[in-house]
T-cell receptor
């Protein structure tokens, strides 16, 4: 089976750092991707990991541990516009994505 | 920056009618996908398409669904006889190389009455 878990909701303060966790159990693994989705809009790509370790892209970083089936997305210097849902998606050997339920992040002033 | 474009942005259709959702993937991309997202739920994979044929499809993609690349630019999703539960946001995505991130279009909101 395929299962991806993320916290449903998180709240953080403007300027702070937040870590969004994702655990997965999938039939195959060919990369873990993080997308941002504002309400009513399309997912937009943020970061991805194929190998273990940390990938940094500006204010966003993503970490992967394949042995633990675990990833996190780290958002630094939070801004109000970062309020959105953050989707963890695993690409299996068939190339399609299996998406997690998403974590709705609210950034408060 | 190149974009995936989808039309229409919103489609309202009577139950039982056929609907065609259209997508223009990024021009040099080779892999195409359709996903759907029912309101308030997660994004779900429907079908992937490469080299003019379906490479993978989910359980959702039953005989009522079909995809086509009628020319060098368009990629369409057809639902033959729509049901109420087909109401969702439908996203098209594409990628140039299979191991790269997928780029999503803005989606078509399909409402079945």
């Amino acid at each position: 089976g395929q299962n991806i878990d993320q916290p449903t909701e998180m709240t953080a303060t403007e300027g702070a750092i937040v870590q969004i966790n994702c655990t997965y159990q999938t039939s195959g693994f060919n990369g873990l991707f993080w997308y941002q989705q504002h309400a009513g809009e399309a997912p937009t790509f943020l970061s991805y990991n194929v190998l273990d370790g940390l990938e940094e892209k500006g204010r966003f970083s993503s970490f992967l541990s394949r042995s633990k089936g675990y990833s996190y997305l780290l958002l630094k210097e939070l801004q109000m516009k970062d309020s959105a849902s953050y989707l963890c998606a695993v690409r299996n050997y068939g190339q399609n994505f299996v998406f997690g339920p998403g974590t709705r992040l609210s950034v408060l002033p | 920056e190149p974009e995936v474009t989808q039309t229409p942005s919103h489609q309202v259709t009577q139950m039982g009618q056929e609907v065609i959702l259209r997508c223009v993937p990024i021009s040099n991309h080779l892999y195409f996908y359709w996903y759907r997202q029912i309101l308030g739920q997660k994004v779900e994979f429907l079908v992937s398409f490469y080299n003019n044929e379906i490479s993978e499809k989910s359980e959702i993609f039953d005989d009522q669904f079909s995809v086509e690349r009628p020319d060098g630019s368009n990629f369409t999703l057809k639902i033959r006889s729509t049901k109420l539960e087909d109401s969702a946001m439908y996203f098209c995505a594409s990628t140039g190389v299979s191991n790269q991130p997928q780029h999503f279009g803005d989606g078509t909101r399909l409402s079945i009455l």
